[in-house]
């Protein structure tokens, strides 16, 4: 089925739909909420097949395009995939109810007794490309938080997302919620983007999720707040000390369990006392998985002089740009650093301030590293690859924000919502 043509009517319907459903949803019983999830994660199993023939759709035309090959993982709905989102849904339904819930409350000197209220945000707007998984991501957060969404996915995934939405509607009205409560926008016409993230009127908040350029324009052109994260250039640190085959595991899972993701390590930086020992090792394994490595020069001359790398490695010089690039791809950039200080100083300098990661067996340096690199998640002893909502237990993510302002990190159902203060008094007036 072809997709319609934009007009202005068609988003300004939307927009009045969604505010409408948005004051039904901010009031729904949280076992509204959860039977909807509940039912969403029944519908993605039981459709499998056809949502995976919609999906083929997109995938044959994304080839025949000429879409990369991490586009096309991105793109892909496997069976795995449709599990993880309905795993997502029922463990959002299972998580307490956090609209209403009112913390802090204490009594003034003038009796009255003053807290704060968890209260949806309203309208989101989320505008992502290639992931048609996020089309189930974003419709479960606004189910349990209470907003309506308005979705934008990228042209390459329509026929999933359409797939995907139409099931959303399906499990919302099924358990007595209004289904305009999430709309996928059905065009994909560029001006519809123009237009959603400039209608106040209707949209509190805008979430792009996508490539920099994508963020970037939305950022400049948007009239609306927006949550956003340009890259995931993220870093792991191999400390001196450090468990040498910890370090091993840990930085190979970071690197090469998923190239295309955004929390995927993209620069390896190794202490200089612990280089010679580990970067022949690590060399080993990236070489034999194919994975490019582009070294400053200490490291690019301890990886080829190593007679551990088999076959021929991908060996190069790196340049400037390398320290601050998101990749996406099977490509590393390799560091060696005098110690902790050095390799803060450089995390926060190139980093996109998304993920980083220490392996150490120094407690000290690990509360270093917590306290004083600036990203939105800092970790020891594990992968960067964790850098995820699921992963984090929060059922679902919209994105992962590397503001500072209102959400950051992994955004799930906390980061769409708001603060509202409350008063409760027993006549009391001002004097």
């Given at each position: 089925?072809?997709?319609?043509?934009?007009?202005?009517?068609?988003?300004?319907?939307?927009?009045?739909?969604?505010?409408?459903?948005?004051a039904?949803?901010?009031?729904?019983?949280?076992?509204?909420?959860?039977a909807?999830?509940?039912?969403l994660?029944a519908?993605?199993?039981?459709?499998?097949?056809?949502?995976?023939?919609?999906?083929?759709l997109?995938?044959?035309?994304?080839?025949?395009?000429?879409?990369?090959?991490?586009?096309?993982?991105?793109?892909?709905?496997?069976?795995?995939?449709?599990?993880?989102?309905?795993?997502?849904?029922?463990?959002?339904?299972?998580?307490?109810?956090?609209?209403?819930?009112?913390?802090?409350?204490?009594?003034?000197?003038?009796?009255?007794?003053?807290?704060?209220?968890?209260?949806?945000?309203?309208?989101?707007?989320m505008?992502?490309?290639?992931?048609?998984?996020?089309?189930?991501?974003?419709?479960?957060?606004?189910?349990?938080?209470?907003?309506?969404?308005?979705?934008?996915?990228?042209?390459?995934?329509?026929?999933?997302?359409?797939?995907?939405?139409?099931?959303?509607?399906?499990?919302?009205?099924?358990?007595?919620?209004?289904?305009?409560?999430?709309?996928?926008v059905?065009?994909?016409?560029?001006?519809?983007?123009?237009?959603?993230?400039?209608?106040?009127?209707?949209?509190?908040?805008?979430?792009?999720?996508?490539?920099?350029?994508?963020?970037?324009?939305?950022?400049?052109?948007?009239?609306?707040?927006?949550?956003?994260?340009?890259?995931?250039?993220?870093?792991?640190?191999?400390?001196?000390?450090?468990?040498?085959?910890?370090?091993?595991?840990?930085?190979?899972?970071?690197?090469?369990?998923?190239?295309?993701?955004?929390?995927?390590?993209?620069?390896?930086?190794?202490?200089?006392?612990?280089a010679?020992?580990?970067?022949?090792?690590?060399?080993?394994?990236?070489?034999?998985?194919?994975?490019?490595?582009?070294?400053?020069?200490?490291s690019?001359?301890?990886?080829?002089?190593?007679t551990?790398?088999?076959?021929?490695?991908?060996?190069?010089?790196?340049?400037?740009?390398?320290w601050?690039?998101?990749?996406?791809?099977?490509?590393?950039?390799?560091?060696?650093?005098?110690?902790?200080?050095?390799?803060?100083?450089?995390?926060?300098?190139?980093?996109?301030h998304?993920?980083?990661?220490?392996?150490?067996?120094?407690?000290?340096?690990?509360?270093?590293?917590?306290?004083?690199?600036?990203?939105?998640?800092?970790?020891?002893?594990?992968?960067?690859?964790?850098?995820?909502?699921?992963?984090?237990?929060?059922?679902?993510?919209?994105?992962?924000?590397?503001?500072?302002?209102?959400?950051?990190g992994?955004?799930?159902?906390?980061?769409?919502?708001?603060?509202?203060y409350?008063?409760?008094?027993?006549?009391?007036?001002?004097?």
């Amino acid at each position: 089925m072809d997709a319609p043509a934009y007009t202005p009517e068609l988003l300004h319907r939307m927009g009045q739909q969604a505010r409408a459903a948005a004051a039904q949803m901010a009031c729904a019983s949280a076992a509204r909420k959860a039977a909807a999830l509940r039912g969403l994660a029944a519908l993605l199993r039981s459709h499998t097949e056809p949502l995976q023939a919609a999906n083929a759709l997109d995938l044959e035309r994304a080839r025949s395009a000429g879409l990369a090959e991490p586009l096309l993982d991105r793109l892909r709905l496997s069976p795995a995939a449709l599990e993880t989102c309905a795993l997502g849904c029922e463990q959002l339904a299972a998580m307490p109810e956090l609209i209403g819930t009112v913390s802090g409350l204490q009594q003034q000197p003038s009796g009255i007794r003053v807290g704060q209220m968890r209260v949806p945000i309203g309208v989101f707007g989320m505008i992502y490309e290639s992931r048609p998984n996020v089309t189930i991501e974003a419709a479960s957060l606004a189910i349990k938080s209470g907003n309506a969404a308005i979705l934008r996915g990228g042209s390459e995934a329509i026929a999933s997302n359409r797939a995907l939405a139409a099931l959303v509607q399906q499990a919302l009205g099924a358990a007595g919620l209004p289904p305009d409560a999430v709309q996928l926008v059905p065009c994909t016409d560029r001006a519809a983007v123009g237009q959603l993230i400039a209608m106040p009127q209707y949209v509190d908040v805008i979430i792009p999720r996508g490539g920099k350029g994508l963020i970037e324009r939305i950022s400049a052109e948007a009239k609306v707040p927006v949550i956003k994260h340009l890259d995931g250039n993220c870093h792991t640190y191999v400390d001196h000390p450090c468990d040498l085959a910890l370090a091993l595991k840990v930085t190979d899972n970071a690197k090469t369990q998923k190239y295309s993701p955004c929390n995927a390590t993209e620069s390896l930086l190794v202490a200089r006392a612990v280089a010679a020992e580990f970067l022949p090792q690590i060399g080993a394994v990236f070489a034999a998985k194919g994975v490019e490595m582009r070294c400053c020069p200490e490291s690019l001359q301890i990886l080829q002089s190593s007679t551990q790398l088999s076959p021929a490695p991908l060996l190069s010089p790196a340049t400037e740009a390398d320290w601050s690039t998101e990749y996406l791809a099977p490509i590393i950039s390799i560091k060696l650093v005098a110690g902790l200080d050095e390799a803060i100083a450089h995390i926060n300098r190139y980093s996109s301030h998304h993920t980083d990661a220490i392996l150490t067996t120094d407690h000290g340096h690990a509360q270093r590293f917590l306290r004083e690199v600036d990203s939105s998640s800092v970790m020891v002893n594990t992968s960067t690859r964790f850098a995820d909502g699921f992963e984090y237990g929060l059922g679902a993510e919209i994105g992962i924000s590397t503001d500072k302002f209102h959400a950051r990190g992994p955004v799930g159902v906390e980061g769409l919502t708001s603060l509202k203060y409350v008063v409760l008094g027993e006549g009391q007036v001002r004097v």
